[in-house]
């Protein structure tokens, strides 16, 4: 069964620092997402991309975050100078097909101190 | 703008017993597609149960069932002869069939099946 990898699984980093999240799609698929969950709460969107452009973002997806395609196709998810408020977990997926839901990553726990 | 509620935060049932989600959405779409997720203390999130709003039959799968009533906008899940493995979160999601196909969460149901 096809899988989205996400790397790291845990990472912990400074507030201000930079951080990169990591996540290998199933290949050629031209959906794609992140989802944010901060712990013990709802799954919230942050940004779609289809076919290599971001299509839709949320409120949550301001100018600290971006994403990349950096080799064509892994994707990463970009803080620049991350908040105590960032802390959470870090959901790529993508959908199986119109209607048939979404393979999700392990996701990246993120813990900014 | 869609909205998903799940009015119990939490819930706990007897193995082997029986137990009801539930989960209420607004919209004004009449075509849409809804989902019920597990997420374990794992953090997986694993897809349990979908359903077409334009398909009246109830989806089933296995030891799950849903109770959809388009009307009400109400979409319930129903875990039959709970065992300890169904520890869990459970959310529930909504999904246009258009646009970006981005999915709409509730807040979740903590689900605690005792032995």
């Known amino acids: 069964e096809p899988e989205v990898t996400q790397t790291p699984s845990h990472q912990v980093t400074q507030m201000g620092q930079e951080v990169i999240l990591r996540c290998v799609p199933i290949?050629?698929?031209?959906?794609f997402y992140w989802y944010r969950q901060i712990l013990g709460q709802k799954v919230e969107f942050l940004v779609s991309f289809y076919n290599n452009e971001i299509s839709e973002k949320s409120e949550i997806f301001d100018d600290q975050f971006s994403v990349e395609r950096p080799d064509g196709s892994n994707f990463t998810l970009k803080i620049r100078s991350t908040k105590l408020e960032d802390s959470a977990m870090y959901f790529c997926?993508?959908?199986?097909?119109?209607?048939?839901?979404?393979?999700f990553g392990s996701g990246t726990r993120l813990t900014v101190v | 703008a869609q909205t998903v509620t799940q009015s119990q935060p939490e819930m706990s049932v007897q193995e082997a017993e029986t137990v009801t989600l539930s989960c209420t959405y607004d919209t004004s779409e009449s075509n849409y597609y809804l989902f019920w997720y597990k997420q374990p203390p794992s953090r997986q999130m694993i897809l349990v149960i979908r359903?077409?709003?334009?398909?009246?039959q109830n989806a089933t799968e296995n030891r799950f069932s849903v109770n959809f009533q388009k009307a009400a906008k109400s979409f319930s899940l129903k875990i039959s002869d709970s065992q300890l493995g169904d520890t869990a979160m459970y959310f529930c999601?909504?999904?246009?069939?258009?646009?970006?196909?981005?999915?709409?969460f509730g807040t979740g149901t903590r689900l605690k099946v005792l032995a």
């Open positions: 997926a993508n959908p199986e097909g119109v209607g048939y839901g979404y393979t």
């Open positions: 290949s050629n698929h031209l959906y």
């Open positions: 359903q077409e709003a334009y398909k009246q």
């Open positions: 999601a909504f999904m246009r069939p258009s646009g970006t196909y981005k999915y709409i």
